[in-house]
Structure formats: C-alpha cells, structure tokens
C-alpha cells in the first residue's frame, strides 16, 4: 500500500526548532513533487511548501518562508522540512502529501505544539 | 492573494443530494479538486481537476467548476459522507489555496 509516515512533531518552546521527516513506500518517491501541509487545531488545511523531484526547487508559503525548509533524499524516500523560529501560530498537526495533479497521498500527520 | 469561500455547513438528509460550493475570482479557468476529512483522520482527494474522481471513490461523488464557483455534489448521501470538504485550487499569487472548509452533516 502507498504510504506516507510524518514524525519528529513535539512540544517546543517559543523560538525553538524542529525537523519533521517523512518516509515514503511503495511508490517511486524520486519521480513526485512532494508538499508539506499544515492545520491547526479546530482550523482549514494551509499549504506550507513543496519541492521537485530532485529538488531543485523548493516554494514556500509566506507566512513560513525564511523560516521553514523543505528538502528530500531520493535515496531514502524521505521529505523533511526543518522548522526555525518557532511561532505560536505555527501550532498544528503538519501532513507531507503527494502531489499529482493534486495532493492524492496524505499521510498521518505530526502534531508541533509551540509553547509560551 | 487568491482567497476560496465556502458555506461554513451543509445539512443532508440520508439519500437525499448535498451540495457544496466554492468560490474564487475566476475559479473557473483553474483546475479545482475537493478533499474529504473525518474527525481524527486525515484528508482524502474525493475529486481532482475539477471532475475527475480517484480510483476507489464512490460514483455518488461527482464535481464541475465554472465561472466563480466550484460545486461537490454527493448524490444519495450516506452517514458515512459526514465529514469536513475542503476545495483547493492553485494561483500564481498564492499558490496552492483551500478553501475554508465546509461541515457536511447527514441528518
């Protein structure tokens, strides 16, 4: 079965940093654009980032962009997005997804918490 | 930026047709897709570019998208439908754009 796994999400303090990872199965991760997708608690889905292929090319929504960085390893069929200058608003559970011609795969997603 | 308004709740009795719309200047010439959401789980593309469903994705749901608007119809609707539609576009302002999100509830 096609898969996507999230983890690394966790309580962090105002200002800290986290690295989210995502492992992908059972489909040819090298050939997808992959994304990073957020929601905060009782809130919609806001799109964060995604990146090419090979990755070399990465877009950010503006509200992360300078802080937040999206990369991947082929090799390892994994997606990681490196989270700095954590905010209060950046609390939410953060899903990577597949794209096609939309975001077909989601995976289970991993819960940031930033704290005061 | 690019913003995608949707009715914040929908009511269904079961078998009977919902409706749910989206709306965005010129939603029409982009290609929009609709996501399902349960309470705990995660989203699931229900429809993509603008009418195309994905394997594995009843008949009952169906989409079209002209104008301003984007409309998900679930026809017959069951008590498993219950759950939380998001629409999403892409625009070169804003990039990848969901909606606000609309509450189905199968009365």
């Known amino acids: 079965e096609v898969q996507l796994v999230e983890s690394g999400g966790g309580l962090v303090q105002r200002g800290g940093s986290l690295r989210l990872s995502c492992a992908a199965s059972?489909?040819?991760?090298?050939?997808?654009?992959m994304s990073w997708v957020r929601q905060a608690p009782g809130k919609g889905l806001e799109w964060v980032a995604n990146?090419?292929?090979?990755?070399?090319?990465?877009y950010y929504a503006d509200s992360v962009k300078g802080r937040f960085t999206i990369s991947r390893d082929n090799a390892k069929s994994s997606l990681y997005l490196q989270i700095n200058s954590l905010r209060a608003e950046d609390t939410a559970v953060y899903y990577c997804?597949?794209?096609?011609?939309?975001?077909?795969?989601w995976g289970q997603g991993t819960m940031v918490t930033v704290s005061s | 930026s690019y913003d995608l308004t949707q009715p914040p709740s929908v009511s269904v009795s079961p078998g009977q047709t919902a409706s749910i719309t989206c709306s965005g200047d010129k939603l029409g010439d982009k290609h929009a897709c609709w996501y399902q959401q349960k309470p705990g789980q995660s989203p699931v593309l229900v429809i993509y570019?603008?009418?195309k469903r994905p394997s594995g994705i009843p008949e009952r749901f169906s989409g079209s998208n002209s104008g301003n608007t984007a409309t998900l119809t679930i026809s017959g609707t069951q008590a498993m439908d219950e759950a939380d539609y998001y629409c999403?576009?892409?625009?070169?302002?804003?990039?990848?754009?969901f909606g606000t999100g609309t509450k189905v509830t199968v009365l």
């Open positions: 570019q603008d009418t």
């Open positions: 059972k489909f040819t991760f090298s050939s997808h654009w």
């Open positions: 990146i090419k292929l090979d990755g070399s090319e990465k």
């Open positions: 999403q576009a892409w625009d070169s302002s804003t990039a990848y754009v």
């Open positions: 997804a597949r794209q096609t011609e939309a975001f077909d795969i």
